[in-house]
């Protein structure tokens, strides 16, 4: 059968596409909080025996990528009155099979690398589709709040790839890496908030407009 | 084949027979779930019957084409029955490479119908063509990347021995992907017998209709053999679906049998559900769906390619 970090892995990379897939920001938030959910389990399932650096990092990962943040976004939304994202630059449809290209790609390149021993073979080519499907979301949605999304999920793929040295990297990197994610959400909730204020929309091209 | 295929002509035989259910079963499961009584899951049957009954009506503008397309339907989508092993053991007719044809029969049913559409000259059933054709154009490479997907996994390239004993090898090694591979075949699926976040059986609206308003001007047996194709081809993908999550070569005809005919009213229960549970997308919303069915099918691909 296969084992439970691989089936994890593989559920992060669905949530990706449901990220790259759905029109309602509530939706896409939703997305994000499940694959905090998913994250947090990854390290319980690759090094099984509960270490105390372990079971930190997994009631770290949850508490701030599958609740804080989330509520943080979802209140954002309540405020800012958004709903949908209407016009991304590449479609939904097209920027789906770029997802799935950028999976191919990663899936391909991976077995190249020279890495270290590692518990599963999956687990690189899924941090780097999910890096280069975070960096899509963040560059071609046009809503700053989408935008934030695909920070959070560029971010979560290089969680994953940290995942893969959690013995070699103290304790006190990671949980200064998920502070200043949150300290770096919290301030482009802020910003989201006054963009909106000044523009009555979350549209990021209108930045342009920007004149004293 | 040397032997008269007798088990595999008894599960066609009984599949024939259940078709019609497949369609009652899954309005009744939507009625169900809003709360409503519905219709009996034996509607279609009496439909079908009062159908044959009447007489057909002709319009002056139609020809051979239009004449032809009922038949033309039910016979392609009969082949493709004969050539999936339904039981999950074994087909009446059987080749290499034979899933293309699978795929090509029910390419020139949906043609025939297109065409005696176009046939009639009504502007609407040309648009529900359209419409038509279009999904299919996204349904396809969806149902062709599932079919590859069950290839790689197998090593075989004929339906009749990848759904056997290869299939049932393959589980262990390749679950994820097949479970991937089988939640695409049900977005095509739902697309190809047109149910819910694609098409509305139920909507008698000109302007949202696809599949029905191609068929408004086929009357009588015409309009019976249709709606009979309609269901037989749920009841073919369920049989695909339940191909791919149960293979049952090792188990004997009877006890196959059975699960078959319970995946096949399972197949036909989370249709129902999902009606019941969304509305249907905005046309331009379709494409996207049948595309990210694709997705599924490919990162599937890829998970048995690495």
Known sequence: MQPVHDVLLLLVVLTNFWVLGTTRLSATIRATAVQGALLAGLPLALYPGLSPHILGLAVGTFAVKAVLLPVLLSRAIREAAVRREIEPLIGFAPSMLLGALAVALAFSIAPRLPLPELRTHVLVPVALSTVVIGLLVLTTRSKALTQVVGYLILENGIYVFGLSQVERVPFLVEVGVLLDIFVGVFIMGIVVFHINREFDSLDSARLTELRD | ??????????????????????????????????????????????????????????????????????????????????????????AILGFPGDLVAFAGLFGLGRFSLVVAAMDTGSSFEGMGASREVTVAAFAEPALFLCFTVLVLATGQLQLDGMFGLPLAAAWPLAAPSLVLAAVSLFIVTLAETCRVPVDDPLTHLELTMIHEVMVLDHSGPDLALILYAGGLKMALFGCLIVGVLAPRAHQSRAVALAELVLGLGL?????????????RLRMNRVPQLLVAASALAGFALILLLR
Do not use: H
Not at chain 2, 5 to 10: E, H, N
Not at chain 2, 54 to 82: D, E, H, I, M, W
Not at chain 2, 267 to 279: D, F, N, R, Y
């Open chain 2, 1 to 90: 084949m040397s032997t008269f295929p007798v088990f595999p002509i008894l599960t066609l035989l009984i599949v024939l027979g259940l078709a019609p259910a497949l369609p009652g079963i899954a309005n009744r499961t939507k009625s169900a779930l809003t709360g409503r009584r519905g219709a009996p899951v034996m509607q279609l049957y009496a439909d079908l019957a009062k159908l044959w009954r009447k007489g057909v009506v002709y319009s002056r503008t139609t020809t051979l084409v239009f004449r032809l397309a009922p038949v033309v339907l039910l016979s392609t989508t009969l082949l493709a029955a004969c050539l999936l092993p339904l039981d999950g053991q074994a």
């Open chain 2, 267 to 279: 197949v036909a229960v989370a249709i129902g559900a999902v009606e019941s549970a969304m509305a």
